[in-house]
Nanobody, 127 residues
Framework: QVLLVESGGGLVQAGGSLRLSCAASGPTFSTYTMGWFRQAPGKEREFVARITRSDSVSYSSYGDSVKGRSAISRDSAKNTVYLQMNSLKPEDTAVYSC??????????????????WGQGTQVTVSS
């Protein structure tokens, strides 16, 4: 069984940075997509970033709201994916969750293509 555990959330002032981690355990997959999503109170879940691993090549992409301010990376030895977020804004406040889609994920922004989810970590950005 796949288990995803996020960490690294917290309270930060606007303009600050955070690095979120998503540690995965359980079966491994040669082709997968690890995504980060966020959900603010009263809002729909929003795609933040993803990293896809296929044929030993990695691909990444970002949601418009964080593009240019965030970087997703992976450490295969630790089975961990990171989301570095810089220049944080109050509107970045949300619960951030990582999610794993095994095999080919055709629409990476679609949360329903991801099979496994972590419990989420709260990010609060104060103004």
């Amino acid at each position: 069984q796949v288990l995803l555990v996020e960490s690294g959330g917290g309270l930060v002032q606007a303009g600050g940075s955070l690095r979120l981690s998503c540690a995965a355990s359980g079966p491994t997959f040669s082709t997968y997509t690890m995504g980060w999503f966020r959900q603010a109170p009263g809002k729909e879940r929003e795609f933040v970033a993803r990293i896809t691993r296929s044929d030993s090549v990695s691909y990444s992409s970002y949601g418009d709201s964080v593009k240019g301010r965030s970087a997703i990376s992976r450490d295969s030895a630790k089975n961990t994916v990171y989301l570095q977020m810089n220049s944080l804004k109050p509107e970045d406040t949300a619960v951030y969750s990582c999610a794993l889609g095994t095999g080919v994920v055709r629409t990476v922004v679609n949360e329903y293509e991801y099979e496994y989810w972590g419990q989420g970590t709260q990010v609060t950005v104060s103004s």
